[in-house]
């Protein structure tokens, strides 16, 4: 069965990095998009970006240009998110989600999310 | 970018209604449109996919119907467990942007 299995909460300070994990199996992993999409405490839902997990390329929300970086390991089937220079409003969950080529482009699987809390 | 827009904000309904939450798009988004259903403390669902194709699984009180910039689900006789926040989302160009939920809540 398809699983996206993502890396754990993380506090750090404001200005600092982090970078989260998720790990795909079930499925073909080269043959989807994935995407990396946040919720605020009590908010909606924000896309930050997408990358293709056969090439590699990349295209991010301009809100996040500049701050974000999406790579993947194909040989862990495993995408990565780095987001820099941190600020408290980037306290969050953070999901990646995948969608098929072509078509529509929805999202049918979700990782259970990791929770980043920036703090000093 | 595209902004959606979801109403009501939030809704109260009894076991057993047909409930209805409306989603437009600031500009055409053709049926690249999905929605998605959120419950406390866990990953969003997919429940409908480009406009009115319900997604494998999910229970068909569910549907959806729209195109160009009007949308809607529809859902045919409320249950206890459908008691969540719904999300449309539009997927004709990035950045993919949400509307802001509809919190329901059965009375």
């Known amino acids: 069965q398809v699983q996206l299995v993502q890396s754990g909460a993380e506090v750090k300070k404001p200005g600092a990095s982090v970078k989260v994990s998720c790990k795909a199996s079930?499925?073909?992993?080269?043959?989807?998009?994935m995407h990396w999409v946040r919720q605020a405490p009590g908010q909606g839902l924000e896309w930050m970006g997408i990358i293709n997990l056969s090439g590699g390329n990349t295209n991010y929300a301009q809100k996040f240009q500049g701050r974000v970086t999406m790579t993947r390991d194909t040989s862990t089937s495993t995408v990565y998110m780095e987001l820099s220079s941190l600020r408290s409003e980037d306290t969050a969950i953070y999901y990646c989600?995948?969608?098929?080529?072509?078509?529509?482009?929805?999202?049918?699987?979700w990782g259970q999310g990791t929770l980043v809390t920036v703090s000093s | 970018d595209i902004q959606m827009t979801q109403s009501p904000s939030s809704l109260s309904a009894s076991v057993g209604d047909r409930v209805t939450i409306t989603c437009r798009a600031s500009q055409s988004v053709n049926s690249y449109l999905n929605w998605y259903q959120q419950k406390p403390g866990k990953a969003p669902k997919l429940l409908i996919y480009a406009a009115s194709s319900l997604q494998s699984g999910v229970p068909s009180r569910f549907s959806g119907r729209g195109s160009g910039t009007d949308f809607t689900l529809t859902i045919s006789s409320l249950q206890p467990e459908d008691s969540a926040a719904y999300y449309c989302?539009?997927?004709?160009?990035?950045?993919?942007?949400f509307g802001q939920g509809t919190k329901l809540e059965i009375k």
């Open positions: 079930g499925y073909t992993f080269t043959s989807y998009y």
């Open positions: 989302q539009q997927s004709y160009t990035t950045p993919y942007t």
């Open positions: 989600a995948r969608t098929p080529y072509g078509g529509n482009s929805r999202f049918d699987y």
